[in-house]
């Protein structure tokens, strides 16, 4: 591969990086926003008109905050911590189909850094990836309740992994592929997959929110139990680290699900008005927006929920992972592999 055949593809990494970093920069002004809606005030109101400059304000308070690292901490691991969790929130969204093809100066490209055949599991290996980082941070702070709120995160992850791959395994069953890029072609036509698989989507659903520490299952943070989790000890950046993958998972998670059951960048009328333009980029342009706007109603839709439904305790947490979840992701899995034998037959 010569150099010149790189430039599309690190031209999408750095847009993919640009937009990612400004959607997690904004989404916590969005979430202020909708707290504030919910709990009936203003929210942010004073940088700029309507607060629009606030995610900028904090974003300098927290490079200009004081740099704490603990005496007793292993101050390696403790800076690694954050890094690990970040670079792992960054690295899942490579896999995920952006949009369709999209010519220029008579080329075609995709809106796709890399098209894996194994593109679900790398997401899978990714995220497992990301634990470590909170549980490298828990532990390098030498903090008996952020070890604790460490050891809360990593078996709630994997507890939830567990339900999560088996509502993916229905889903394979029924797209026959584990692309995504393939898996989006097959939702063409408004055949989305969330018609074929709603159980599966619901139970993928609650494992994201386990998966991204959100309420209710925010249990890694409980401050009333744990001070403020695995990152207690966190200041400055490295808090902001922290508190940007949270966002940057939020809005993955949202893109992985638009991509695997809301069809992706597919749209009802986009054959009509490929016909009707004979435009391949503007329909691919539409399609991006539309992708988008699916996502941001997963944005949405996480940050109603934290402001609405009191968080679990941490035994029904474990409760609902392996005696409702697990047990209902096998048979969503027998009941898919019935419907496929009968409807085949």
Same mark, same amino acid.
């Given at each position: 591969?010569?150099?010149?055949?790189?430039?599309?593809?690190?031209?999408?990494?750095?847009? #993919?990086?640009?937009?990612?970093?400004?959607?997690?920069?904004?989404?916590?002004?969005?979430?202020?926003?909708?707290?504030?809606?919910?709990?009936?005030?203003?929210?942010?109101?004073?940088?700029?008109?309507?607060?629009?400059?606030?995610?900028?304000?904090?974003?300098?308070?927290?490079?200009?905050?004081?740099?704490?690292?603990?005496?007793?901490?292993?101050? $390696?691991?403790?800076?690694? @911590?954050?890094?690990?969790?970040?670079?792992?929130?960054?690295?899942?969204? !490579?896999?995920?189909?952006?949009?369709?093809?999209?010519?220029?100066?008579?080329?075609?490209?995709?809106?796709?850094?890399?098209?894996?055949?194994?593109?679900?599991?790398?997401?899978?290996?990714?995220?497992?990836?990301?634990?470590?980082?909170?549980?490298? *941070?828990?532990?390098?702070?030498?903090?008996?309740?952020?070890?604790?709120?460490?050891?809360?995160?990593?078996?709630?992850?994997?507890?939830?992994?567990?339900?999560?791959? #088996?509502?993916?395994?229905?889903?394979?069953?029924?797209?026959?592929?584990?692309?995504?890029?393939?898996?989006?072609?097959?939702?063409?036509?408004?055949?989305?997959?969330?018609?074929?698989?709603?159980? *599966? $989507?619901?139970?993928?659903?609650?494992?994201?929110?386990?998966?991204?520490?959100?309420?209710? &299952?925010?249990?890694?943070?409980?401050?009333?139990?744990? !001070?403020?989790?695995?990152?207690?000890?966190?200041?400055?950046?490295?808090? *902001?680290?922290?508190?940007?993958?949270?966002?940057?998972?939020?809005?993955?998670?949202?893109?992985?699900?638009?991509?695997?059951?809301?069809?992706?960048?597919?749209?009802?009328?986009?054959?009509?008005?490929?016909?009707?333009? @004979?435009?391949?980029? #503007?329909?691919?342009?539409?399609?991006?927006?539309?992708?988008?706007?699916?996502?941001?109603?997963?944005? $949405?839709? $996480?940050?109603?929920?934290?402001?609405?439904?009191?968080?679990?305790?941490?035994?029904?947490?474990?409760?609902?992972?392996?005696?409702?979840?697990?047990?209902?992701?096998?048979?969503?899995?027998?009941?898919?592999?019935? *419907?496929?034998?009968? &409807?085949?037959?």
């Amino acid at each position: 591969m010569d150099f010149f055949s790189l430039i599309p593809t690190v031209v999408l990494i750095v847009i #993919l990086f640009g937009v990612t970093m400004l959607i997690a920069l904004y989404s916590t002004f969005a979430e202020r926003k909708v707290a504030a809606f919910m709990q009936d005030r203003l929210g942010p109101n004073r940088a700029g008109p309507g607060g629009i400059f606030q995610p900028l304000a904090d974003g300098l308070k927290m490079f200009t905050k004081e740099e704490f690292i603990p005496i007793a901490s292993n101050k $390696f691991l403790f800076v690694m @911590g954050p890094c690990v969790a970040m670079i792992a929130a960054l690295m899942t969204g !490579v896999v995920i189909p952006w949009g369709g093809m999209i010519s220029f100066n008579n080329k075609s490209y995709a809106l796709q850094i890399v098209d894996l055949d194994i593109g679900i599991l790398y997401i899978f290996a990714v995220v497992s990836i990301g634990i470590y980082g909170i549980m490298i *941070g828990g532990w390098a702070s030498n903090n008996k309740f952020s070890l604790m709120g460490a050891i809360r995160a990593s078996s709630q992850i994997i507890s939830y992994e567990l339900s999560m791959g #088996l509502a993916i395994i229905a889903l394979i069953m029924t797209t026959g592929t584990l692309s995504l890029h393939q898996i989006v072609q097959q939702q063409h036509g408004f055949h989305w997959n969330i018609f074929y698989q709603p159980v *599966g $989507f619901l139970i993928f659903l609650i494992c994201a929110f386990a998966e991204t520490n959100r309420t209710p &299952f925010d249990l890694p943070e409980c401050e009333t139990e744990l !001070v403020g989790g695995f990152h207690t000890e966190y200041s400055s950046m490295k808090l *902001g680290f922290y508190l940007f993958s949270e966002y940057i998972n939020m809005f993955i998670s949202g893109a992985v699900m638009s991509t695997l059951y809301f069809g992706g960048y597919n749209f009802p009328f986009m054959d009509n008005l490929l016909q009707a333009t @004979g435009s391949q980029n #503007l329909v691919t342009i539409i399609g991006t927006g539309f992708l988008f706007m699916k996502i941001f109603f997963f944005i $949405f839709f $996480f940050m109603w929920v934290r402001w609405t439904i009191p968080r679990f305790r941490y035994d029904q947490l474990m409760n609902l992972g392996w005696k409702g979840l697990i047990p209902l992701g096998i048979f969503w899995i027998v009941a898919t592999a019935a *419907g496929l034998l009968f &409807f085949r037959n």
